[in-house]
């Protein structure tokens, strides 16, 4: 089954564009549903089969150190928290769930902080969540997400897509602020992108 077709099966998210989960999973794990990242690393290890993949979790563990696993980069304490395992997070479809409903939970989270821009900030929100470089991930999330829908648009032989843009404001001093600003709500009747405000 491919990535889309999971998400499309899986996914427990009501309100996170589905062409944005796409990009989650393929800047995280690359669509190998058996990947694992450890804390502080910028790439993990696409393994060949579920074995391979508990006995790296396992040295992670002996080390101390965070391990990301699978489709999503689904951090293992919080799945042994939640009373799951690692093997549990190897499943495609589950970890799918997992992340989603994390996915969720952040949108309201910007939304009761009174963010304008709920996905990017939800997006943020899950880069902390799986270890990544917010700022960096976030971009890259963001782009793979406009070139997934320019994609899925030329298929359908829909170019109403225009003008696709991503503002990244960075505030002056020590402590910056940073914000990037894109909406991937798509009018379904019309094909065009609306706004998010």
Do not use: W
């Not at 499309?8 to 996170?16: A, G, N, P, Q």
């Amino acid at each position: 089954m491919d990535i889309l077709s999971l998400i499309l099966s899986c996914s427990l998210s009501i309100k996170f564009d589905d062409n944005l989960i796409q990009s989650i999973i393929m800047n995280e794990s690359f669509n190998n549903p058996i990947y694992v990242r450890v804390e502080g690393s910028k790439f993990g290890v696409g393994y060949q089969n579920k074995d391979d993949s508990i006995s790296a979790i396992n040295e992670i563990m002996k080390s101390g150190k965070e391990s990301y696993i699978g489709l999503m980069g689904i951090p293992l304490s919080d799945a042994i928290n939640n009373g799951y395992t690692a093997n549990d997070l190897l499943d495609e479809c589950f970890n799918i769930q997992l992340g989603t409903a994390n996915i969720d939970m952040f949108m309201d989270h910007c939304k009761a902080e009174g963010k304008i821009d709920i996905s990017t900030c939800s997006i943020k929100k899950y880069a902390k969540y799986t270890g990544q470089k917010s700022i960096i991930f976030t971009n890259k999330v963001i782009h793979k997400g406009i070139q997934f829908v320019s994609k899925s648009n030329q298929k359908n032989e829909n170019p109403l897509i225009k003008n696709q843009s991503v503002h990244l404001d960075i505030g002056k001093g020590r402590r910056s602020k940073e914000s990037v600003f894109i909406d991937f709500n798509i009018d379904k009747e019309r094909g065009e992108m609306l706004d998010d405000k």
